[in-house]
T-cell receptor, first 112, second 113 residues
Framework: AQSVTQPDIHITVSEGASLELRCNYS??????LFWYVQSPGQGLQLLLK??????LVQGIKGFEAEFKRSQSSFNLRKPSVHWSDAAEYFC??????????FGTGTRLKVLA | DAGVIQSPRHEVTEMGQEVTLRCKPI?????LFWYRQTMMRGLELLIY????????DSGMPEDRFSAKMPNASFSTLKIQPSEPRDSAVYFC???????????FGPGTRLTVL
């Protein structure tokens, strides 16, 4: 069955520390992968996406993600977290059939 | 670009009442999606339209839910009668055909008492 797993429900980091949010997928076809961020009371904003090519993709707000086919992973990283990064982060996958499958989300807390 | 517009942003109603949620997609986008977000189930796709035609409504929970798209710039999601378990945040998203990125609206937070 197609699925997306975000193993960490909550993550807390100190401001300035590095961040890695995990995403694993199970998908029969070649996946298109996305990371979205949801700030409190807001909709989902696209951070970055991977369709093909270079497996390290750069996104907005200083985020990057690396696609590893052998590990079925698409982890999100940021070298130095800012207090404004506190939000919920969603990984999603689609094969281009327009139906996204979302992970359950990881809520990030940033300590001053 | 104004982005996806949803109204109302918050809705509080009593069990048994009819609720109508509204969405205006981004101009030029020919796909429209309705999602529901709850703590228990996360983000679920309810239904999506292409060129105003419903393509997949397999996510619609039951007959109390219905969605329409009378034209390219407007869609509604209706719940009749509403129940407390319908309380959730409902998102609308749109995309352009040939592109793979969906753009989300701010959501409608529905509370059914």
């Amino acid at each position: 069955a197609q699925s997306v797993t975000q193993p960490d429900i909550h993550i807390t980091v100190s401001e300035g520390a590095s961040l890695e949010l995990r995403c694993n997928y199970s998908y029969g076809a070649t996946p298109y992968l996305f990371w979205y961020v949801q700030s409190p009371g807001q909709g989902l904003q696209l951070l970055l996406k991977y369709f093909s090519g270079d497996t390290l993709v750069q996104g907005i707000k200083g985020f990057e993600a690396e696609f590893k086919r052998s590990q079925s992973s698409f982890n999100l990283r940021k070298p130095s977290v800012h207090w404004s990064d506190a939000a919920e982060y969603f990984c999603a996958v689609t094969s281009g059939t327009y139906k996204y499958i979302f992970g359950t989300g990881t809520r990030l807390k940033v300590l001053a | 670009d104004a982005g996806v517009i949803q109204s109302p942003r918050h809705e509080v109603t009593e069990m048994g009442q009819e609720v109508t949620l509204r969405c205006k997609p981004i101009s030029g986008h020919d796909y429209l999606f309705w999602y529901r977000q709850t703590m228990m189930r996360g983000l679920e796709l309810l239904i999506y339209f292409n060129n105003n035609v419903p393509i997949d409504d397999s996510g619609m929970p039951e007959d109390r839910f219905s969605a329409k798209m009378p034209n390219a710039s407007f869609s509604t999601l209706k719940i009749q009668p509403s129940e407390p378990r319908d309380s959730a945040v409902y998102f609308c998203a749109s995309k352009r055909g040939g592109a793979d990125t969906q753009y989300f609206g701010p959501g409608t937070r529905l509370t059914v008492l």
